[in-house]
């Protein structure tokens, strides 16, 4: 069943993508289309609500800061997010990163109902996926961006609820932050957010400019009009000036920053052992992946002087099975390849392989500001500094939260 529900979301995604031609993907093209225009009016509706305070967003007494985007994955977040926490952390700040856990193991479905029918919100606390301590949680139960985040950033706090006004009031409580970082948090209106970051992929701004489910975008293009400061992600050398022209045309105020995503180093995904950028130039590769975009990953291996002889791609955020992983090591060796090469996201989802027959290696990535330093040192600047003026004092809440085991 997970195999086959995992096609039909291949499939779906191949047509969202314009992947897909053919009579079953002009129906289904037709039929997204109608939810689409429906989805459209919710947005909008939904947005208004909160604007005229219809509907009213939770004060927390401290800096709260949305990373995020119009379009659904692949825009590079988790690194930009990564980035940021760790330039607050250097400059003083006690940080904590909010995020919902997408795709992670839900709780019991009659608890959830019982919580939710007697508002008893101390039966679920956050689930705490590091305590700036140590990792507490694994990416089945944490998510992947959190379980990744977490591992990446010592001394940070990763807390994941859908109802982030609750985690937000832990991470003040019980862990003394003094700025909150919402992760995937532009549609999150429930918890207000004084600055937006928002992130637009160059390679594909605004997808196929279609609303959800028939394309991409989470919110129309003008939404973008939210944003404090936009940031441009997988750029290159050469600016797009078509992109950043319309970007402008849809925000007249928001600082612009383009950034890159730098291949850093290669590394064992089971010793630790990190190479350099170059160790796999002129080497022939399998690579697997489970990401939203497979084809941005493989063609950056290629960039980096690898060959890729076997590829295989599965859904986002798909969970591998040992057996899946043993199959494809096994094609690999056949063809007497050198390596099996992923991304760093897609390791967590791994299955422990003992004594796999070729190194298996993950690509290291972060991000490089190529144009807008001063707009990131700005950015920072206000954060910092808003940080050390006020200091948080939540506001009474209708929520109680429960210290998290």
Request: include cysteine; proline fraction near 6%; hydrophobic fraction near 40%.
């Given at each position: 069943?997970?195999?086959l529900?995992?096609r ?18 002009d129906a289904l093209k037709?039929?997204l289309?109608?939810?689409s225009a429906l989805?459209t009016?919710?947005?909008?509706v939904r947005?208004?609500?909160?604007r005229?305070?219809?509907?009213r967003?939770q ?10 985007n119009l379009?659904?994955g692949?825009t590079?977040?988790t690194?930009?997010a ?7 952390q ?9 995020s919902?856990g997408?795709k992670?193991v839900?709780?019991?479905?009659f608890?959830r ?5 007697f508002?008893?919100h101390?039966l679920?606390?956050p ?5 700036g301590?140590s990792v ?6 944490a998510?992947d961006?959190?379980?990744?985040l ?6 940070v706090c990763v807390l994941v ?6 985690s937000?009031l832990?991470?003040?409580?019980q862990?003394d932050?003094d ?5 995937d948090?532009?549609?999150y209106q429930r918890?207000?957010?004084?600055m937006d970051?928002v992130l637009?992929?160059r ?6 400019e279609?609303?959800?489910?028939r394309g991409?975008l989470?919110e129309?293009?003008a939404?973008?009009?939210r ?6 992600t997988?750029?290159s050398?050469?600016?797009d000036?078509e992109?950043?022209?319309r970007?402008?045309?849809?925000n007249?105020t ?5 950034c ?12 630790g052992e990190r190479f350099p ?13 489970g ?5 941005s ?7 980096l002087g ?11 955020h ?7 992983i043993l ?7 056949r ?7 992923t ?5 967590v989802r791994?299955?422990?392989i ?5 190194p ?5 990535v972060?991000i490089?500001?190529?144009r807008?330093h001063?707009?990131?040192e700005?950015?920072?600047?206000r ?6 003026a006020a200091?948080?004092?939540?506001v009474?809440s209708?929520?109680?939260?429960a210290t998290?085991p």
């Amino acid at each position: 069943m997970r195999v086959l529900l995992e096609r039909l979301e291949r499939f779906a995604v191949d047509v969202i993508l314009e992947r897909r031609e053919g009579g079953r993907a002009d129906a289904l093209k037709f039929v997204l289309g109608g939810f689409s225009a429906l989805y459209t009016r919710i947005v909008q509706v939904r947005l208004a609500f909160y604007r005229h305070r219809i509907l009213r967003a939770q004060e927390l007494g401290c800096r709260v800061v949305s990373i995020g985007n119009l379009t659904v994955g692949g825009t590079g977040k988790t690194p930009v997010a990564e980035m940021l926490a760790r330039s607050l952390q250097e400059r003083g700040r006690r940080v904590a990163i909010l995020s919902r856990g997408y795709k992670s193991v839900p709780r019991p479905f009659f608890q959830r109902l019982r919580a939710k029918l007697f508002k008893n919100h101390e039966l679920f606390p956050p689930r705490i996926v590091s305590d700036g301590q140590s990792v507490l949680l694994d990416s089945r139960h944490a998510g992947d961006e959190p379980h990744m985040l977490a591992k990446n950033l010592p001394g940070v706090c990763v807390l994941v609820d859908k109802d982030r006004v609750k985690s937000g009031l832990l991470a003040l409580r019980q862990f003394d932050s003094d700025i909150l970082l919402l992760d995937d948090g532009l549609q999150y209106q429930r918890l207000r957010h004084r600055m937006d970051v928002v992130l637009v992929d160059r390679q594909s701004p605004f997808g196929n400019e279609h609303l959800l489910p028939r394309g991409t975008l989470r919110e129309p293009p003008a939404n973008l009009r939210r944003a404090s400061y936009i940031i441009i992600t997988k750029s290159s050398p050469d600016p797009d000036q078509e992109l950043l022209a319309r970007i402008r045309r849809l925000n007249r105020t928001a600082d612009i920053i383009e950034c890159s995503h730098a291949p850093r180093y290669w590394e064992d995904i089971r010793s630790g052992e990190r190479f350099p950028i170059d160790h796999l130039e002129g080497h022939h590769v399998g690579a697997i992946s489970g990401i939203a975009r497979p084809e941005s990953f493989e063609e950056g291996v290629r960039q980096l002087g690898a060959t890729i002889d076997v590829a295989k791609g599965f859904a986002d955020h798909h969970r591998y099975t040992k057996k899946e992983i043993l199959r494809f090591l096994e094609w690999c060796d056949r063809r007497s390849l050198d390596a099996l090469v992923t991304t760093e996201k897609d390791t967590v989802r791994f299955p422990d392989i003992e004594s796999p027959p070729i190194p298996m290696l993950f690509l290291r990535v972060e991000i490089e500001i190529l144009r807008g330093h001063e707009h990131w040192e700005d950015l920072l600047n206000r954060l910092v500094g808003s940080a050390i003026a006020a200091k948080p004092h939540p506001v009474v809440s209708k929520h109680t939260v429960a210290t998290a085991p």
